[in-house]
């Protein structure tokens, strides 16, 4: 009889699951460490990593310490990219499966994670370049007609962690001025089909040839220098036809 009833409950489980269909791996409900203590201008990118570990997903005391281990990952990947002054939030995972060693044993699971990078400056300071950003934008820019099609090349601080919000709130303020901004993906697949390097500076030369093969009329680089009260935002905009310089700016932060 007991051998029936478990036969049974064998039976009613697989319909379920065949009638339910695969089903989804296993992720983080809710956010881990979100945001809504937090200033959205803080916010200067977003970080991914894959990790393995022996917690299994699913149980409260395993799922806080994946968690947990996520933000140990992600925050060391995000000071690689930006700078030690930063931190991560908004964290979510997903379960990617069991995997195993090279003697196929059991090994653990594997997880994606990623989350929200943010900036631990002060919230004046990142006013303060919002507000150099406007400046220079307007001045470089006005001798550029609008509709013109705008790459930004590349942004150079000594302060890595930055350099992506500098080049955001640029973005911003170019398209709302009316000017069509090269999407900067496609400046990353050219950069790998290209295999060239835009961690710093390039010269004039070198970045003329990169806005020509964006399809850009014009290019933009820049340079965020200085310490203390000689902070400076320096803008440049070339013609990629013929390579002179048609706007700059020079604003203090």
Request: glycine share 8%; hydrophobic share 40%.
């Amino acid at each position: 009889m007991k051998k029936i009833f478990t036969l049974l409950l064998f039976f009613i489980l697989s319909a379920l699951i065949t009638s339910c269909g695969t089903l989804p791996p296993p992720t983080s409900k809710k956010p881990y460490r979100p945001m809504s203590s937090k200033q959205k201008s803080a916010v200067i990118g977003s970080v991914d990593v894959i990790f393995q570990t022996r917690q299994v997903p699913g149980y409260r005391e395993d799922n806080r310490n994946i968690s947990n281990m996520a933000y140990i990952e992600l925050l060391k990947k995000a000071k690689e990219l930006y700078d030690d002054y930063v931190d991560v939030f908004d964290i979510t995972w997903t379960d990617m499966g069991s995997v195993r060693d090279e003697s196929d044993k059991w090994a653990g699971y594997k997880f994606a994670a990623s989350g929200k990078v943010i900036t631990q400056k002060k919230e004046d300071e990142l006013v303060g370049i919002e507000d150099a950003l406007i400046r220079a934008a307007n001045d470089a820019m006005k001798n550029v007609s609008k509709n013109t099609v705008i790459a930004i090349i590349y942004i150079t601080a000594q302060e890595g962690g930055i350099i992506n919000y500098i080049n955001n709130e640029l973005e911003f303020i170019l398209v709302k001025n009316g000017y069509i901004i090269v999407d900067r993906s496609h400046l990353n697949i050219l950069r790998q089909e290209q295999n060239f390097q835009l961690s710093g500076e390039v010269d004039d030369t070198a970045a003329i040839s990169i806005g020509k093969m964006l399809g850009a009329n014009a290019i933009i680089t820049g340079i965020l220098e200085g310490s203390g009260n000689l902070r400076r935002l320096r803008l440049r905009v070339l013609n990629v036809e013929t390579g002179q310089i048609i706007g700059a700016a020079s604003e203090r932060l």
